[in-house]
């Protein structure tokens, strides 16, 4: 039989990658990992991390405005924006050594450098090469960007973080989760900010209903939301950049983000050679199992053509640990798979738009309620929560909840288990609501909307 370095060879420490790598050392597996920079990903260095630690500083300006009606007296608030970098840098030099820790601790041998397939069981790095019965690809994505002239003078989310100086006047492109959130950070920071969308609601995909409140609340806190708008041409102005619109306007700004979608990570590494197929986006093609084309190659996370979600990618890791060395086969179940917008307020989501609800389940109730939360009575703003449930008419089963509020990530994260236990109309009005929250609010709308 033939004899391999390693039972699993893992290209890329990021989520996926790290996890797969660890838990299969864990159950005994003579493992590698490859990464040619810091581990942890886009998640830990340049995503979910050190975005949400932004989102909090962001949350602040609020608070500081509010904390007036509840009887605190503040100086003027000033914010340090080097401050902010210098420790969540340290934080995400800390969360990288402990990366490092967990999989060195696992008995995973870690190689630092670019690794890419010489063929279908071997992975080389450099000069050397090591052979692996399989070949886990968890490589992750980068931003994309279209054509634009001007290209030169526009940043990725990537650069958001160490940005120097502080923007003043950001103009952000796109609609979707990673333009919103920006957009809702820095305009919390004290940037002005102007957000450009080609289509007429921000974050296709979400719920009708969700998409227009989100609007409405983020231009409430002072962005400039601007839809049916694209950019012809970006160019250096003396005062800065300026961006010439598809309709004659201008905007002028400090920094442009384009935040247009992520691409796999699948140049370079010599997987097209080694006979493993590509989707038109650049992904690779997997099974239920996450095997590509090729039987001893696979593939989670953003690499691949599913949800680009941290929690996903964990999740289809253990799947291969327990494929290749545990119990076997099995698949994940994405149905019910709830998401987060960090936005300011935030959206929590977990399964069916009212419109996905229709067209799968036919006959459906929508309960929606849109109020001011107990807090705003004397903090002086005028945020609002919207909340929405879709329920399946025949089964009386809860399909779809979305929530735009204060901490919905944390509210809905709950409401998905239950989503997932196949929670029904009728558990949710018999759950008894912890008074005063605003999560209540989902255990008691009990007047469907008509039609
Ligand atoms: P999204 O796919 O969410 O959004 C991309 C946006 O760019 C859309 O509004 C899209 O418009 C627009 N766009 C695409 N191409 C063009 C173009 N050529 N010109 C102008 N606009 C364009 O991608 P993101 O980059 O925001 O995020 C990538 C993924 O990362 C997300 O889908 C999500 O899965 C994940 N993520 C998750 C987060 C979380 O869990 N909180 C946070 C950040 C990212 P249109 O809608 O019209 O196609």
Redesign the pocket.
Known sequence: MRTFDFDLFVIGGGSGGVRAARMSAQRGARVALAECAELGGTCVNV??IP?KLYSYAAGYAESFEEAAGFGWRLGEPRFDWNRLKANRAREITRLNGVYRGLLEGAGVTLIQGWAQLADAQTVQIGEKKHTARHVLVATG?M??V?E?AGREHLVV?DAMFDLDPFPKRLLV?????????FASIFNGLGAQVTQL???AH????FDEDLRQFLAKEMTRTGIDIRFNC??DMITRTDSGLCALLSRGQRVEADTIL?????VPNTQGLGLEAAGVALDERGGVVVDAHYRSSVPSVLAVG?VSTR????PVALAEAMVVVDTLFGKGPRQLDYEFTP????THPNIGTCGYTEAAARAKFGKVSVFSSEFKALRHTLSGSGERTFMKLIVEHASDRVVGLHMVGPDA?EVVQGFAVAMRAGATKAMFDSTIGIHPTVAEEFVTMREPMPG
């Open positions: 995503g979910c975005k994505g931003p994309f279209p634009v989310s492109v796109g609609g979707g989760y990673i333009a919103c959130e969308y080609r289509g921000l974050l296709n995909g694209e950019i384009y935040a247009t979608g992520r953003d949800q680009q979600l941290t998401t987060a917008v960090f990530g």
